[in-house]
C-alpha cells in the first residue's frame, strides 16, 4: 500500500477511535489530507484537529491512547498547549492539537475537511470564523532596501569573523526578501500558495527564480559568495543605488 493510501487510512482510523472514545465531537483533517488531497504524496504528514466536549482537552493530550491503540508511538512532544507533534512506529508523522468547540471561535486556520463527527455537529465546524491573516504585501522598494541592507550588515560580520551571524543575514534573511520579490520578476504558477509561508512550494511556484537558488545560498563558507550571486540577481531585475552596490562589491573583496 502506498504512503498516501496509509495515511488517509490512518485518518480514518484516528476517527474511528475518537468516535470510541466517548467524548470527541469532530476530526478535521488540514492542508494535505484536509482540502488540498491533490497535493498528497509519500512525503506527507497527517495534520488535523481534533474537537472534544468540554472539559475533555486536558484527557485527549495527557493519554494519547486514542492514538497509541491504532499503532505504537516511537515519539512524541507537547510542542503548544493544544498539541503535540507525534511519529509512529510505521513512519507516519502527525502534528495535531484537540480543542474543545468554544476554542474554534477564537483562532485561526486554514479551511480544513471533516474526516469524522457525531451526528448533531455542524459540518461547517471546519470552516474557520478567522481565516489566516495574508502575509503583508510589501513595497517593493522596502524589500529591495531590506535586501541590501541584510547583505551590508551580513558582509560585515562576516568580515569580522562573526559567519554564523553573517550567513543569517545573507543566506537567510536577505534570500527571504528575494523570495517575497520573486511575483516581481516573473509570473506566479499555480502550485496552491500557502497561508502562512513564503517557501513552502516555491519551487513549482517561481522555476526561474528557483534555479538561481543553490548561488544564493552556497554554505557556512561561502558567504561573500552568496552575497555577490544575490547582488548580480538584484541588479539584473531592479535599480539597485549605485552608491550602495559599490559599498557591497567592496566589502566583498
Given amino acids: 500500500m502506498d504512503k498516501s493510501r496509509r495515511l488517509l487510512d490512518r485518518l480514518d482510523a484516528i476517527g474511528h ?3 470510541r472514545s466517548g467524548h470527541a465531537l469532530a476530526l478535521i483533517g488540514l492542508g494535505s489530507v484536509g482540502l488540498e488531497l491533490a497535493r498528497l504524496d509519500e512525503h506527507s504528514d497527517l495534520d488535523f484537529f ?14 494519547l491512547s486514542w492514538l497509541s491503540d491504532l499503532c ?6 507537547r510542542n503548544t498547549d493544544d498539541g503535540c507533534k507525534l511519529l509512529f512506529a510505521d513512519d507516519i508523522f502527525c502534528e495535531f492539537a484537540v480543542f474543545e468547540l468554544p476554542e474554534l ?3 485561526s486556520y486554514a479551511p480544513g475537511r471533516i474526516v469524522w463527527k457525531q451526528p448533531h455537529v455542524a459540518a461547517t465546524l471546519a470552516i474557520p470564523a478567522h481565516l489566516p491573516e495574508a502575509p503583508p504585501s510589501r513595497e517593493v522598494a522596502w524589500l529591495l532596501g531590506e535586501a541590501l541592507t541584510n547583505l551590508y550588515v551580513g558582509l560585515e ?23 517575497e520579490l520573486a511575483g516581481q520578476i516573473e509570473p506566479e504558477q499555480p502550485a496552491g500558495k500557502d497561508s502562512f509561508t513564503q517557501e513552502r512550494r516555491f ?40 552608491a550602495m552596490s559599490a559599498a557591497l562589491r567592496g566589502k566583498m573583496r
Fill in 72 to 77: 505504537p508511538i516511537a515519539y512524541c512532544f
Fill in 17 to 19: 477511535s475518537l468516535d
Fill in 50 to 63: 481534533a474537537i472534544v466536549e468540554e472539559g475533555c482537552k486536558r484527557g485527549y493530550l495527557d493519554d
Fill in 203 to 242: 519551487e513549482p511556484r517561481f522555476p526561474g527564480v528557483t534555479a538561481r537558488l543553490p548561488a544564493f545560498m552556497q554554505g557556512y563558507r561561502r558567504n561573500r559568495e552568496s552575497a555577490a550571486a544575490i547582488l548580480d540577481f538584484l541588479e539584473e531585475h531592479f535599480a539597485v543605488d549605485p
Fill in 105 to 107: 471561535d477564537a483562532i
Fill in 157 to 179: 560580520r562576516d568580515r569580522r569573523g562573526e559567519t554564523l551571524s553573517a550567513l543569517r543575514f545573507i543566506q537567510q534573511y536577505a534570500v527571504d526578501r528575494l523570495l
